[in-house]
């Protein structure tokens, strides 16, 4: 059974930058397109950032196109989100999750495996 662990959430104000990573315990890393999705209070849960299984492609919802960066280390199983320039609208639980054998995709029921989630607060 895949298990995601996400880190590097917090409190930063409108303008700085975050890092969020996700470690994956349990299963082979390179079978496996990672996405990072958010959900903010009171909305639905939606795609942020995904990335293929050996890094030759990216995809980003159009609002943070710019300012995020996901990347993967697939030595240490791990996936990244760097956040820059970041906006009080951004303000959610970032969730990590993975699916398998999948090409990109931004759709949440694709994605079979799922972190448990870092809040991610942005200050006006």
């Known amino acids: 059974q895949v298990r995601l662990v996400e880190s590097g959430g917090g409190f930063v104000q409108a303008g700085g930058s975050l890092r969020l990573s996700c470690k994956a315990s349990?299963?082979?890393?390179?079978?496996?397109?990672m996405g990072w999705f958010r959900q903010a209070p009171g909305k639905e849960r939606e795609f942020v950032a995904a990335?293929?299984?050996?890094?030759?492609?990216?995809d980003y919802i159009d609002s943070v196109r710019g300012r995020f960066a996901i990347s993967r280390d697939n030595a240490k199983n791990t996936v990244y989100m760097q956040m820059d320039s970041l906006k009080p609208d951004d303000t959610a639980v970032y969730y990590c999750?993975?699916?398998?054998?999948?090409?990109?995709?931004?759709?949440?029921?694709?994605?079979?495996?799922w972190g448990q989630g870092t809040q991610v607060t942005v200050s006006s």
């Open positions: 999750a993975a699916a398998a054998k999948l090409a990109l995709s931004r759709t949440i029921s694709r994605y079979s495996h």
């Open positions: 349990g299963g082979t890393f390179t079978n496996f397109t």
């Open positions: 990335i293929s299984r050996r890094s030759r492609s990216t």
